[in-house]
């Protein structure tokens, strides 16, 4: 069964760097489409960034420049690498992976981690 766990997250002041991981264990395969989420309290999960195709990302406005994102080679773990945090950047970030433990594929979110950044 594929799981998807992130990790990463912490409290850091503004200014500051955080790499955020997920990997999907149990998976046979991912695709190489995946994406970091946040979710702010009360609020729906907003797109932060996305690999759409090998080699191709994309960036909500409001964290291009700061945060970049990665996979690994194997397609079963993604990064965010996080600079210059500001405070509107605390949230909890979810990756979403579309992967196959060797059945269907199916679309698969972790848990979440918590992202604090104070003033």
């Known amino acids: 069964q594929v799981q998807v766990v992130e990790s990463g997250g912490g409290s850091v002041q503004a200014g500051g760097s955080l790499r955020l991981s997920c990997a999907a264990s149990?998976?046979?395969?991912?695709?190489?489409?995946m994406a970091w989420y946040r979710q702010y309290p009360g609020k729906e999960r907003d797109f932060v960034s996305g690999?759409?195709?090998?080699?191709?990302?994309n960036y909500a406005d409001s964290v291009k420049g700061r945060f970049t994102i990665s996979q690994d080679n194997d397609k079963k773990s993604l990064y965010l690498q996080m600079n210059s945090l500001k405070p509107e950047d605390t949230a909890i970030y979810y990756c979403k992976m579309r992967c196959s433990d060797g059945r269907p594929w199916n679309v698969y979110w972790g848990r979440g981690t918590q992202v604090t950044v104070s003033s």
């Open positions: 690999i759409i195709a090998v080699g191709t990302t």
């Open positions: 149990g998976a046979t395969r991912c695709v190489p489409e």
